[in-house]
């Protein structure tokens, strides 16, 4: 199982490539994953 400090570094680097960027999809890779979320996935992009 993963640190918490290797854990850590996914968003920082997520936060550098997609802050600002308009959402256009979401593909869910493994749907036994996902949690309820608001807005639902479908209604997300764009």
Known sequence: MP?????AVYPEHLERRILGQE???IRIAHPFLLRPVEPAPAEAGG
Request: hydrophobic letters at 40%.
């Open 3 to 7: 640190e918490l400090p290797g854990l």
């Open 23 to 25: 959402l256009e999809r």
